[in-house]
């Protein structure tokens, strides 16, 4: 489980074919390998990956296929920044959402409009995606907590503010580019009990 609250951004050293449509992906992270072991969970543009080994601030991910078709892993290459965070302890404050690192659809970038302290970016959502989205709500975009400003039928906007757009990949992302979204769990879960109660599954 984690946060949505990145705490560095990294860099992919290597992609390594691995057969089978998967692959080895290493990443360079100072930050989040300064404690972490093999088993370890840490999160890279929102996709919760399990740590293989460690060395010398890199650590390196097994990928599987699943992930590389259902996330924009697949689209990252050597020298592309992502964003990291290690896996919240339970001692630890939570500053952002829950979230899980299992992304639910990749959307794309559609437009920014700078401003004088912020920044406003649409993202095209997904289809099915709207339905767990709602305005003042919590989504994950590329592992970062973010505040929904706006929703409509396939997008949804959000306001950026400075420290966002100079410690996350998303004040480099550009018009096209895509993203990894997450909506917000307890939406979902909220949707199957309500399913379930409305075609009598609660008796």
Known sequence: MFTGIVEELGGIVRTTDTGGDSALVAVRGPLV??????GDSIAVNGVC?????????????DVMGETLRRTALGALRPGDPVNLERAAALNSRLGGHLVQGHVDGVGEVLSREPAAQW????????????????EKGSITVDGISLTVAEV??????????PTTLKLTTLG???VGDPVNLEVDVLAKYVERLLGERAAGGDR
Do not use: K, N
């Open 152 to 161: 409509g039928d396939d997008w949804f906007s959000v306001g950026l503010i």
């Open 119 to 134: 920044e406003t970016v649409r993202f095209r959502l997904p289809a099915g995606l709207s339905r767990y989205v709602v």
């Open 49 to 61: 990956l399990t740590v293989v080994d460690v060395e010398g601030g890199v650590f390196t991910a």
């Open 33 to 38: 390998t300064s404690d972490a072991r093999h």
């Open 172 to 174: 480099a992302r550009g």
